[in-house]
C-alpha cells in the first residue's frame, strides 16, 4: 500500500536503544513516516482531527446489509461480523490525515535500521488484555505466525517478505525481512493485531467461531444475535484510553450494528429511527429517498463530507479463466456496451465522474504519454504488453448519454469479429457455433442489478447472452474466494502509497490461490515485474513513475468495465452527534464524533412532540 521514509529523514529522537540492538545504524521512534517527516513529533498530544475534550457516553447505532456467522475474520471461512477488529489492538495505528505514517500503540517505540533490514517493537509495558494479563512479545510473534500459516491466504502474501521473527525480550519482538528492498514491511508490520497466545491455546484459530475474541483495545463485544445485531461497549478501564493517539476516539460508551437483509428496508429503518447514521453509497436514494418528515423538520441531516483520499478501480471485472473473456479485445469490447454517461444521468442524478484508472484522483494516475521515467520501466517488457500502452492515453468509452450508443457498438461488433465471434440469427458464437453467454454475480440485496439490466440490454444487442445471478452473502463469498463467476463487480482498493497489495490483486502466483485478491484471474510477466518495481521504488518520486507505469498496463489490459467515483462522503445522520471542526483527508471518520448531551436531549423532545 505504501512505501517507508528513509530514516534519516524521519527527525526524531534516538535515545533509549536497548543494549542488545543498539547500532550506529538504528533509530528509536514513536512512529514511521513513508516519506518525509511524521506530521506529530514525539511530544504530541492528540490528533489535529481528534477532540481530546470529547465527553464520553450515549449510545450510537450503525446498520450493516447481509448477515454474519463468524468473528474470526483473519481467516478464510465464514461471514464475519467485520466489526470485532475494534476490539483488537494493533502494534501501530494510522495517522488520518497523513498518506501514510504509523504512530505506536502496543508498542511505545520502534527500532530500525538504515536499510530497513530489521525492525523491533518495544511493547508498552502497560499494554494490557481484556482479562488484565499483559501483552507480551510472545503473543506478538504467536500471533503473527498464527495469521501467516492459518489465516486468510491474503496475508501469506502480505507478510510474504518477513523472513524471521523473534522474541528478544519479555516486551520486545524482532521482525527481520528478506531484503530491505520493500520498504513499506515495516509499516506492513505495525498493522499487525496482537491476539492472546493463552486464550487461543485452547481454541483452533483456523474455524470460524461465534466466540468473542479476549482482546485488548477500547471497545468489546458486550451481546450478540448471529445475523441480527452486535453490540459494542466501551471499556471503562482501557488500557491505551490517555494514549495520544487514542484521545478524543472512541467517545460513545455503546456502539450497536443491526444487519438488514434488504437495503430499501434499511434505509426505511433509519428514516424511523430504528439507527442513528448512515453512510449512503446510492446516488438515487441521496436524492431521492431520504425525504420525510424527519427531514423537513430538521430531525435528521445530510451532509456530504470532502474526502481527499485517492480512488481504486470499482467495475464489472472479468473473470479471464473463464473461456470467452480469454481474448483482450473481447474484454475491450464489452467495455463498449456500458453507457456510463447514459446511467450518470439518469440513475446517479449525475453525481459521478467515471473512473479511467487504478489510482484516479492522485498524482499516480496515468495520463498522456508514458515519460522518460516510465519508458526506462516499460520498453524492457514491451513485447509482453499491449501496443497501445506506449502510443496512446487510455480513456473509457464515451457516449453522449442520449441512450444511443451505436457508434460504441459498431466498435465493439467490429472488435468481437476480430477476436472470431460472429452474430448467426441474432447469437453471437464462436467458430464451433457455441453462444456468447455469461452471468454477472451480484450479491442479493446489493444494489448494482438496477445498473447491470440496462447494461444486459446493450449486450443483448451485441447477440450476447447475458443474466444476472443473484446468491446470498455466504454464497456470494464463498463463489469469489472460489473464482467460482463470470463477471462481477469488485473495487480494486487502492492508496496514496500502493505497495504489497498490489501483489495480490495482480501477481501471476495469485490467480490460483483460493481467496486471493486476482479475481480477474491476471497472468503477465510484465506486470508481475511492474508490480515488484513498485514495491521495491526507493522515494516518492519513483513510486509515482513506477505506479504510472502499473496503471498504463493495467488500463490496456481490459480487465474491468470501468465505473465511477465521487470526492464527497454521504452521510445522513440523526441530530444528536457532534464532531471536531477539522476533518481528516480521509472524510467521514466515525470514531471521533461523539453524542452532544444538548442536542441529544433536544432531539428527543422534537420527536416526542412529534409523535
Known amino acids: 500500500m505504501r512505501l517507508l521514509a528513509l530514516i534519516s529523514a524521519i527527525g526524531i529522537a534516538t535515545a533509549g536503544l536497548a543494549p542488545s540492538m543498539a547500532t550506529a545504524q538504528a533509530t528509536r521512534a514513536h512512529g514511521i513516516a513513508m516519506h518525509g517527516d511524521l506530521k506529530y513529533g514525539p511530544e504530541f498530544r492528540h490528533f489535529d482531527y481528534a477532540n481530546p475534550d470529547a465527553p464520553k457516553g450515549g449510545e450510537v447505532r450503525f446498520h450493516a446489509v447481509g448477515t454474519f456467522d463468524s468473528f474470526n475474520g483473519w481467516i478464510l471461512g ?3 461480523a467485520g466489526v470485532a477488529s475494534a476490539t483488537i489492538d494493533t502494534l501501530m495505528t494510522s495517522s488520518a490525515d497523513e498518506p501514510f505514517s504509523k504512530y505506536c500503540l502496543v508498542c511505545e517505540s520502534v527500532e ?4 530497513r533490514g530489521w525492525i523491533v517493537f518495544h511493547l508498552r509495558p502497560e499494554a494490557r488484555f481484556h482479562d488484565g494479563s499483559p501483552i507480551t512479545a510472545e503473543d506478538v510473534a504467536w500471533t503473527f505466525e498464527t495469521i501467516r500459516t492459518k489465516g486468510h491466504p491474503f496475508f501469506r502474501s502480505y507478510y510474504g517478505g518477513v523472513r524471521t521473527v523473534e522474541v528478544v525480550g519479555p516486551r520486545a519482538v524482532r521482525f527481520t525481512f528478506a531484503d530491505s528492498t520493500n520498504r513499506e514491511l515495516p509499516l506492513i508490520v505495525g498493522e499487525l493485531p496482537v491476539f492472546s497466545k493463552a486464550w487461543w491455546a485452547t481454541r483452533d484459530f483456523s474455524r470460524p467461531s461465534l466466540e468473542p475474541q479476549l482482546g485488548s483495545g477500547p471497545l468489546r463485544v458486550d451481546a450478540f444475535e448471529a445475523g441480527r445485531f452486535v453490540t459494542l461497549r466501551r471499556v471503562p478501564d482501557y488500557w491505551g484510553r490517555d494514549l495520544p493517539v487514542r484521545r478524543g476516539h472512541n467517545n460513545f460508551d455503546a456502539m450497536r450494528y443491526d444487519w438488514y437483509r434488504d437495503p430499501t428496508v434499511a434505509l426505511e429503518a433509519f428514516k424511523a429511527g430504528e439507527y442513528d447514521i448512515r453512510q449512503e453509497n446510492q446516488a438515487l436514494a441521496w436524492a431521492t429517498r431520504y425525504e420525510g418528515p424527519g427531514l423537513e423538520r430538521g430531525l435528521y441531516r445530510k451532509e456530504e463530507i470532502a474526502e481527499e483520499r485517492t480512488n481504486g478501480m470499482q467495475g464489472f471485472v472479468m473473470n479471464t479463466r473463464r473461456e470467452q473473456f480469454r481474448d483482450a479485445r473481447v474484454r475491450e469490447a464489452l467495455a463498449h456496451a ?6 450518470n444521468r439518469q440513475l446517479f442524478f449525475g453525481a459521478y465522474a467515471r473512473t479511467r484508472s487504478y489510482f484516479d484522483n492522485s498524482e499516480l494516475s496515468a495520463r498522456g504519454l508514458p515519460d522518460a521515467g516510465e519508458l526506462a520501466l516499460l520498453e524492457p517488457l514491451r513485447a509482453q504488453l499491449p501496443p497501445r500502452v506506449f502510443t ?28 472470431g465471434w460472429q452474430v448467426k440469427d441474432g447469437v453471437l458464437v464462436d467458430p464451433q457455433g457455441k453462444p456468447f453467454r455469461f452471468d454477472i454475480l451480484l450479491n442479493q440485496g446489493g444494489l448494482f442489478e438496477r445498473i447491470a439490466l440496462p447494461y444486459l440490454e446493450n449486450l443483448k444487442r451485441l447477440g450476447i447472452q447475458a443474466q444476472t445471478r443473484l446468491v446470498d452473502t455466504a454464497q456470494y463469498q464463498r463463489r469469489l474466494e472460489e473464482f467460482d463467476f463470470d463477471m462481477t463487480v469488485t473495487v480494486f482498493g487502492a492508496s496514496d502509497s500502493p505497495g504489497n497489495e498490489q501483489r495480490n490483486y495482480w501477481n501471476s502466483a495469485k490467480a490460483d490461490v483460493v481467496g486471493s485478491g486476482n479475481l480477474a484471474g491476471l497472468r503477465n510477466e510484465a506486470i508481475d515485474r511492474l508490480v515488484e518495481a513498485l514495491i521495491s521504488a526507493p522515494d516518492r518520486a519513483a513510486l509515482v513513475t ?25 452521510v445522513a445522520y440523526w441530530d444528536r452527534f457532534a464532531r471536531p471542526a477539522v476533518t481528516p483527508r480521509v472524510g467521514y471518520l466515525s470514531s471521533v464524533w461523539w453524542v452532544d448531551p444538548q442536542r441529544d436531549a433536544a432531539l428527543r423532545d422534537r420527536r416526542a412532540q412529534g409523535r
Do not use: C, I
Not at 112 to 115: H, S, T, V, Y
Open 392 to 419: 496512446e492515453e487510455y480513456q473509457p468509452p464515451r457516449t453522449d448519454g442520449s441512450g444511443n450508443l451505436r457508434d460504441n457498438l459498431r466498435v465493439a461488433t467490429r472488435l468481437l469479429r476480430e477476436a
Open 78 to 80: 465464514g461471514v464475519p
Open 338 to 343: 456500458f453507457d456510463f454517461e447514459w446511467s
Open 112 to 115: 530500525l535500521p538504515a536499510d
Open 546 to 570: 513506477r505506479t504510472r507505469a502499473l496503471d498504463r498496463a493495467l488500463q490496456w489490459s481490459f480487465l474491468v468495465v470501468p465505473h465511477w467515483h465521487t470526492r464527497v462522503d454521504r
